[in-house]
């Protein structure tokens, strides 16, 4: 096996595991599938190109690092052109199969309105932790922040997004 297969291969291995909470992080913060997809295929051109930097260890963090990184430059040099309210329309149109179902969807729709509301190194915060069940070391290794920046910005994105919803709820919790 030459150099650059056995690269390609740890790459592979240490990379490809995360690509399902890449794109999710990337969704959150390019507020598009369609640009989350282009986010993530240019963080992992971008991931591979540097992977040599990466020093061993759980890889989740350094590739989420990428990640978002690549999201900022991207979402910098782009204008958003898609909408959520354009995507969400598809699977709102979809009939339930049941009440509880549409319950349920409706709860998750008033929780991603509410999320998105929110600034974002919040929205961001809240994603790696709450969506990716990150920890605060791994959440500070990939936003490039000391855990103490990310538990206040975790304290505070939860109390926004709680004000949010309870709005959404007519105040009630």
């Known amino acids: 096996m030459s150099a650059d297969e056995d690269r390609l291969r740890r790459f592979e291995e240490a990379v490809l595991p995360h690509l399902d909470s890449a794109h999710n992080l990337a969704r959150w913060l ?4 369609a640009d989350a997809g282009d986010v993530v295929q240019e963080a992992c ?98 936003v490039g922040a000391p855990i103490g920046t990310v538990m206040s910005r975790l304290s505070r994105g939860r109390r926004l997004l709680l004000e949010r919803l309870g709005g959404a709820k007519g105040g009630d919790l």
């Open 30 to 33: 390019a507020r598009s599938d």
């Open 45 to 142: 051109l971008r991931a591979l190109r540097h992977f040599d930097g990466f020093r061993g260890g759980d890889a989740k963090p350094w590739f989420l690092a990428v990640v978002r990184n690549t999201a900022a430059t991207w979402l910098s040099r782009r204008p958003r052109e898609a909408s959520l309210d354009e995507e969400r329309a598809a699977p709102a149109a979809a009939e339930p199969s049941s009440e509880t179902e549409l319950l349920r969807f409706d709860e998750r729709e008033v929780m991603n309105q509410a999320l998105e509301t929110l600034p974002p190194e919040f929205r961001e915060a809240i994603v790696l932790r709450e969506l990716e069940g990150m920890s605060y070391k791994d959440i500070a290794a990939a």
